[in-house]
């Protein structure tokens, strides 16, 4: 079998999204990653590929017979919800949100399960960007907050931050901090870390913020956190002394208790260090593609997650529109799932709701669901555009050709299969006349 | 008196996240995502084995995991994301559209003693 060498191609195991591997391989198979780390490695040459191309009930079935099915749910229910769309492209992405336009659905994503608390804190107080690659070359002061990258971001060390050699640092000019818990496999590489309690991180977050502007805390509240006054006034001055700092901030403070406002603790101080040095925060985000959903949603919606275009035009309500309240609440008739890893993230409130009513899953393997598509992986077989953590869009090179369709089409047929049918319901603008 | 209640930490693993490609159906992602990592001393105040499997109880729901004794903080308990931590997850997000993941209070009894 001829083999194929396809370098700089890239991979979405997590979201460092690295795009200087080279794969070796040959018209059924890749096997070789070479500079991937063992989660790369995985993502490349161990996923399996289903053999069979769709199902209606569990029982094989043709791919159009199972997109006029997909159709015919989406097209009946009064409250469908397409959810997912992590592991996919930024096509289909698009695709996925003319779709849930056209059926006049919510559509949420595994934003809403991940770092969606961090799209909040941003509309709360705003927030401060900038690029990995500008993080390499200057952060001299680099913070992990509830974050674990040494073994969910295996390369991000060496590649953007810490470990990288930069145009202007290098490891020696850099200081690392981590504040977590316990002492993970991060915090052993750390210049300093903080163990803090469950639960604390808001305190922590603010009492910082307020030494850094010079304000009054009150010690006896500090106690909780597990920190002492000292070791929060020598990270105060080392966050007034940099240069140029980022706090990534992980799943350990986005998903605990204050959620939300935990983040918001985190921009705000951010957002303060800028008056004395360049300051990022950014959240440390979920494999695959999940930053390339939020930039499509923001794109074409204007909201990040969590849209509904039941009134026709998109509305956006965290809470109410996103997939946990929504599926807990048996608020939703029909699923469309685009990847479903998202599934597997929900609380058994909502994914019981899933089981009781008609679903599509679109995924590389056939699942369990009343209608499954099979389609082409991103970045093995299909090509498309991929966001980094920082949000920076690259293009996948996948060494491998497939007669699957891709998500992207497949969204596309079921959208064109939904429009063949006749308006049976009043359409939203003419609601609109009707509500006023 | 009673012991105070433990606090259940999900975390993610590289070898969940290696795992997660091969299949989340699959023997060894079970195995990884059903092993609760507790401080010796915890387990050793509430008599429980090296090994055994227990029923985890949070304010939500029960799932069951084997317990490993670990280097992790007393008072906590470390176990990869998964299906069965999803069953102890609260519904409410606050209006934010996120469960509570992480740092749920839950009590833990011995079914079964490992081998
Ligand atoms: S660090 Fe992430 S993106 Fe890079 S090779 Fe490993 S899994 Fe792939």
Known sequence: MPQTVTKFATCAGCACVCDDLELHANDARIFEAKNACEMGRCWFLERPISKVEATINGKPASLSDAIDRAAMILYEADSPLVFGLGETTAEAQREAVALAERLDATLDTETSLTHGTMELAAQLGGKVTGTLGEIRNRADLIIYWGANPARTHPRHLERYSVHSTGKFRTRADRTMVVVDVRESETAKEADIFLRIRPETDFEALTALRCLVRGQRIVCERLNETGLSLDQLRDLAERLKRARYGVIFVGQGLLQTRGLHMNASAATSLGIALNATGRFLVMPLRTPGNIGGADAMLDYATGYPFGVNFSRGYPRYNPGEFTAADLLARQEVDAALIVGVNAVKRLPDSARTQLDRIPTIVIDREIRNATVSIATAPAGISASGTVYRNDKIPLGFRPPLTSTRPTDEDVLRRIREAVERKPETYPTASARMTILE | ?115
């Open chain 2, 1 to 115: 008196m009673s012991l105070p209640r433990l606090i259940l930490m999900p975390i993610r693993t590289s070898k969940q996240g290696q795992q997660v490609n091969i299949g989340k159906d699959h023997d060894d992602y079970l195995t990884m995502t059903t092993t609760l990592t507790v401080h010796p001393d915890d387990l050793k105040e509430r008599n429980i084995p090296n090994g055994a499997r227990v029923i985890v109880r949070t304010d939500h729901g029960e799932a069951e995991f084997v317990c490993t004794e670990g280097k992790v903080p007393r008072g906590m308990a470390f176990v990869p994301y998964g299906p069965p931590t999803c069953k102890l997850m609260g519904g409410d997000t606050d209006g934010t559209g996120m469960p509570t993941s992480k740092g749920w209070e839950f009590d833990m009894e011995v079914v079964l003693n490992a081998e």
